[in-house]
């Protein structure tokens, strides 16, 4: 089994910054993709960004210029730098991996609040 464990969340004023982390555990073998996910109350889950294997990004154009998301291999885990924060990222965080072997795990979220 793997578990994905996130923290950073917390409550921030509209243009500060955090930093989400989500780290793996268990029987991690070679992660593939890594990637956050939100989701808002009423709304669908939506991409935020994602990493692969390479090192090639992609980020959702809400967020772009804003957001930087990192990945350690040796740690298994997965950043999220956020800054310029606005009310409108306010949600539940999730972190997403993907092993090579096809197996996909999410992790269990952590709310981001974003006053104005």
């Known amino acids: 089994q793997v578990q994905l464990v996130e923290s950073g969340g917390g409550l921030v004023q509209a243009g500060g910054s955090l930093r989400l982390s989500c780290a793996a555990s268990g029987r991690v073998s070679s992660i593939n993709n890594m990637g956050w996910y939100r989701q808002a109350p009423g709304k669908q889950r939506e991409l935020v960004a994602i990493i692969t294997s390479g090192g090639i990004t992609n980020y959702a154009d809400s967020v772009k210029g804003r957001f930087t998301i990192s990945r350690d291999n040796a740690r298994n885990a997965v950043y999220l730098q956020m800054t310029s924060l606005k009310p409108e990222d306010t949600a539940v965080y999730f972190c997403?991996?993907?092993?090579?072997?096809?197996?996909?795990?999410w992790g269990q979220g952590t709310q981001v609040t974003v006053s104005s």
């Open positions: 997403r991996m993907r092993l090579v072997s096809g197996s996909d795990y």
